[in-house]
Every structure is written in structure tokens, then in C-alpha cells.
């Protein structure tokens, strides 16, 4: 019963923070605390002697202790440091901490379960249910939102309230009362989704023996990206297809082939019910043939290099936010660069998280480079890692403190480090 229970919690983790419940217009009003959170810590006062024994036995690998110092540094200290500088109180930063501590659960409930059983395949399936179990879902729940709020076309594909592009990372989850402690942690840009299925898309790789399956698994999250409108995804997910098939040696010829096919495909259908209307095709489609026109970079390009440039200048005019940052709180930071967030995770480290945070998140790179060798997972950890730098997390502000940033860095390097053990 328990072993059951705790499978159960680790996939539910995985699957039940992805979905809203209605078409509210400001989804912050839909977030909340996660129910696969709920669950997490009630399974651990369920399993309670295993918890205590597991914690007494309990030891952290070097580069999971450095990231979570990272996180410490970069949301809870540069905060604290700059609200005292600026005589403003980061509360919004403190509870996201706290949030955020709940995932130090995740290695004593990967530890309980552990004990029972070892097997890469085991913990490879419950990877890979969850991202399909997710899919499906995120499918059904669309196409009931075609049907019963009938949106024009391109609100279809695009808007948050009935598109698909937000749909996956919203959060099944509860906000009783309003608080800020609640908000479900990582937002709700589906370049997640990106994250996601690079995770995902690293375990087939490793993991999955039947060549069939390898060919439904690629494709089917090759169609969730094309649908959910991500460039960052689309092209970090295509990066990994490229990377296993030139460098890992992992991926033949065919699956190349049928992914750029499906992509064709749809724009196909896209154009044939369009009447050929540009306006209403895919937007992937038009963003990527509008990046650059007239001479000038389009509106969502334009706006990213002037958060950057913006909050640049003021991080780089004053030694206490060069070192501590300028605070990731989002109180703080508008108070103090008229932006409430920076549009990159490794600018965001930089500048809310100064050159102590991002120094860490180096070592903790280095680290992870060092272990990628002495097993499956922290091979998959680095990739995981290098992969969505490249353009996921340094471009398109993909929140590595998200749900699908969080756990599978937790969980890789839970599993490599009881691996080695």
C-alpha cells in the first residue's frame, strides 16, 4: 500500500500541476498550492517512520546541495539585500522560498520509494506515463474548450483563456485565501512545456528499447510543441533531436524525417482551412517569418531587448546589486527598474541574483560536467542542462524554477546519486 502510494504521489506531482479548471481571464486567479504539492506532503506524514529513518540516512549529492544554495542566493538573499538597501520588505520573494522548500521533500519520497525499487526501467515508466498521461489530457481539455466557448481561430491556437499555449503549466491547484504563498510557483509560458519534453525527450533516448516506441514518443511531443505555439520549445527540443542523432548516436534517420514531416503537415492543413491568410495561420509560423521585418525586430523581440538593456544598466551602476542582485522579488525589482521580472533565466540569475548566484549555478554546472559520466541520470541531468541553455532558458525566460525545472533536477540527481551508492 505504501510503495503504491508513493508511486502514485510522483506521478501526480509530475501530472496534476499542469491543468487549469476554467477560462478565467487572469490566470493568477486560477493558481494556487499544487495538489501533487498536497499530496507530497501527505504521503510523507503517511509514510512517517520511513521519513525518519530516510532523513537520518539521508545525503544530499554535492551538485543537488549547490543548487539548492543557489536558489537560496538568488531568490530569498538578493532579495533580503536589496529590500534592506531599498527600505522595502521582499514578502512576495519569502513565500516563494518557502514554496520553493517543499521540493526538498522530493529526495525523501524518491528515497522511500527507492528502497523498493531500483530499476532505471521503473523510474524511466513512471517518466514517461506522466508525460503522456499529461499530453492526453492537455488534448482533451482543449478540444472541450473548442467546443464549448467556439473561439475564432487564432484564439484557438493563442490566447491563454481557450488556447493551448499556457493550457499545460497553469496548475490544477487551490488559492482559498488569495495569498501570495499560494501562487503556483513557475508560470505559465508554454516554453515549459519546452523544458518538459526535453526531459522527457532525454529519458526515451537512454531508456526506451523498442524502436516503435521511440518513433511515437518523439513525434507525439514534436506535436504537442507545434500545437502549444513555443519557438524556444520547438527549436531546444529540435536542438536535442539534432544533438542525439549528430553527437549521442542515439537516433536514426526516420525520426528526423517524420518530425519535419508532421511540421509540414500541419502547416499544410493550417494554410488549405486559412484560405492562405498569413494572419490566421499557426502562429509558430508567423513569428518565426516575423522575428525580423522592416528592419526592425518584431514587437515580442523588441520588448525582451529592452528589459534587458533597461535593467542592465541600473544592475551595472551599483556594486551592491553587481554582487547581491537587484532582488527577485518583483516588488522590489519594478520599484527599482520599472520591470517586474527579467525575460531570461541566466540574466534574471545575473541581474535579481548577482555574481554570487550565478557564480554558484556555475559550480553547480561544473559539478553536474564532473558526475555526467558515472551514470545514466546525471548523463541525462547534464544534457537535460546544456540543451535548454542554449536557447530555452537564456532567451525565452523559461522558469527553471517551474514545476518541469524544479523536479527533474531534483530528480536526476536524487536518482544518480543512489545510483552510485
Not at 531568490?75 to 531599498?86: D, Q
Request: proline share 2%; glycine share 6%; with cysteine.
Amino acid at each position: 500500500m505504501k510503495i503504491k502510494f508513493n508511486q502514485f504521489l510522483l506521478f501526480a506531482l509530475l501530472v496534476l500541476p499542469k491543468l487549469p479548471l476554467s477560462n478565467v481571464g487572469d490566470r493568477q486567479n486560477q493558481q494556487g498550492i499544487l495538489i501533487g504539492e498536497i499530496l507530497l506532503i501527505f504521503s510523507l506524514f503517511f509514510n512517517f517512520k520511513e521519513v525518519i529513518t530516510t532523513i537520518r540516512n539521508i545525503s544530499l549529492n554535492k551538485a543537488l546541495f549547490i543548487f539548492l544554495g543557489v536558489i537560496l542566493f538568488y531568490v530569498l538573499n538578493s532579495s533580503l539585500v536589496s529590500g534592506i538597501y531599498n527600505g522595502l520588505f521582499p514578502s512576495h520573494a519569502i513565500f516563494y522560498f518557502l514554496r520553493i522548500s517543499i521540493y526538498l521533500l522530493l529526495p525523501i519520497a524518491i528515497s522511500i520509494l527507492y528502497k523498493f525499487n531500483s530499476s532505471d526501467l521503473f523510474w524511466y515508466g513512471l517518466i514517461k506515463k506522466s508525460y503522456l498521461f499529461h499530453g492526453v489530457l492537455s488534448l482533451i481539455v482543449y478540444f472541450y474548450y473548442l467546443f464549448k466557448f467556439q473561439p475564432s481561430f487564432s484564439d484557438s491556437l493563442w490566447t491563454s483563456e481557450v488556447g493551448y499555449r499556457l493550457l499545460p503549466m497553469v496548475g490544477l491547484a487551490f488559492n482559498p485565501f488569495s495569498s501570495d504563498f499560494f501562487y503556483s510557483i513557475g508560470g505559465g509560458s508554454s516554453n515549459l512545456l519546452g523544458t518538459w519534453s526535453v526531459f522527457f525527450t532525454l529519458c526515451v533516448i537512454y531508456f526506451e528499447k523498442k524502436k516503435k516506441n521511440r518513433f511515437i514518443l518523439y513525434s507525439f511531443a514534436f506535436l504537442l510543441l507545434l500545437l502549444s505555439q513555443t519557438r524556444g520549445g520547438l527549436i531546444t527540443f529540435s536542438l536535442t533531436l539534432l544533438f542525439s542523432f549528430f553527437i549521442l548516436k542515439k537516433i536514426r534517420t526516420g525520426i528526423i524525417t517524420i518530425n519535419i514531416l508532421i511540421f509540414f503537415t500541419v502547416v499544410f492543413f493550417t494554410f488549405y482551412f486559412t484560405s492562405v491568410d498569413i494572419n490566421n495561420t499557426l502562429p509558430i509560423i508567423s513569428r518565426f517569418l516575423d522575428s525580423y521585418k522592416e528592419g526592425s525586430f518584431d514587437s515580442s523581440t523588441t520588448a525582451r531587448f529592452d528589459n534587458y538593456f533597461d535593467i542592465f544598466r541600473i544592475w551595472a551602476s551599483n556594486p551592491v546589486y553587481v554582487i547581491f542582485g537587484i532582488g527577485f522579488d518583483d516588488n522590489i525589482l519594478f520599484n527599482v527598474t520599472k520591470w517586474t521580472l527579467v525575460e531570461s533565466f541566466y540574466l534574471s540569475l545575473l541581474f535579481s541574483g548577482g555574481l554570487t548566484s550565478f557564480i554558484l549555478f556555475l559550480f553547480f554546472g561544473i559539478k553536474v560536467y564532473n558526475q555526467r559520466n558515472r551514470n545514466f541520470w546525471f548523463s541525462i541531468l547534464f544534457y537535460f542542462i546544456l540543451l535548454n541553455s542554449i536557447i530555452n532558458w537564456s532567451i525565452t525566460g523559461s522558469d527553471i524554477l517551474s514545476v518541469v525545472g524544479l523536479y527533474p533536477i531534483i530528480f536526476l540527481s536524487s536518482i544518480g546519486s543512489l545510483k552510485i551508492r
